[in-house]
């Protein structure tokens, strides 16, 4: 079994900044595609960015130029950097990792429990 942790989240005023972290953990053999999501109230979980295990990076374009998604692969742990934050940042953040678990011959998405980010005065 994999478990992922989230941290680093909390209330922030606008224009601020946050860092979250997730580490993985468990029956692993290679950790791929990492990411992060976010889910406000009333709206679908929607992706903000992913990172590659050879550190290729995707955003969703309301946080380009604001967050940057990096990892550290021996860690198996991502971070997102979330700088000038915004009210409609405010979400639940979740993170997401394809793992690969010893003797196994697929990948399986795992999923953190999310850490709430509140960007309000």
């Known amino acids: 079994q994999v478990q992922l942790v989230e941290s680093g989240g909390g209330l922030v005023q606008p224009g601020g900044s946050l860092r979250l972290s997730c580490v993985a953990s468990?029956?692993?053999?290679?950790?791929?595609?990492m990411g992060w999501y976010r889910q406000a109230p009333g709206k679908e979980r929607e992706l903000v960015a992913v990172?590659?295990?050879?550190?290729?990076?995707n955003y969703v374009d309301s946080v380009k130029g604001r967050f940057t998604i990096s990892r550290d692969n021996a860690k198996n742990t991502v971070y997102l950097q979330m700088n000038s934050l915004k009210p409609e940042d405010t979400a639940v953040y979740y993170c997401?990792?394809?793992?690969?678990?010893?003797?196994?011959?697929?990948?399986?998405?795992?999923w953190g429990q999310g850490t709430q980010v509140t960007v309000s005065s």
């Open positions: 997401n990792a394809g793992v690969w678990s010893p003797g196994t011959r697929y990948e399986t998405p795992y």
């Open positions: 990172i590659t295990s050879g550190g290729s990076t």
């Open positions: 468990g029956s692993i053999f290679r950790v791929n595609v």
